[in-house]
């Protein structure tokens, strides 16, 4: 088999996690107070590391005798992680941020630059 069939797996799998951290964590970091905004980034971080942990051991226990029944275990445990996110978003309300809006309408919002009057 050419190496080349694996592209598209590969390929595939980078765009999903491409999509789902950059929006897990522009939502994380929206909703978080100013002060737990890193907490909340280095807590993301820490789930991927402990998901990578949780592969590796199920790897190296060798618990399954094909790869099939372990895919499957991990399937499973998707489903339920599944069913607990989704209980979690009924349950959500979302945090309202009050935005001051600059209503300095002269086409310069920022102080360090002259206007073309000056």
């Known amino acids: ?35 737990m905004k890193s907490v909340l980034q280095a807590a993301w971080l820490l789930t991927t590391a402990f998901g990578n942990v949780i592969v590796i051991l199920v790897a190296e226990a060798k618990a399954f005798d094909d790869r099939a029944s372990e895919f ?3 399937a499973c445990l998707m489903l339920v992680d599944m ?7 009924w349950r ?3 945090r309202v941020v009050k935005r001051e809006v600059d209503m300095n309408m002269n086409g310069v919002t920022n102080k360090n630059f ?5």
């Open 1 to 35: 088999i050419h190496i080349l069939w694996l592209f598209p797996q590969y390929f595939v799998i980078t765009v999903g996690e491409i999509m789902f951290s950059v929006t897990g964590l522009e939502f994380s970091y929206s909703q978080a107070p100013e002060s």
């Open 72 to 74: 499957f275990m991990f």
């Open 83 to 89: 069913a607990i996110f989704m209980f979690l978003a």
């Open 92 to 94: 959500y309300t979302p």
């Open 114 to 118: 002259r206007r073309d009057s000056d």
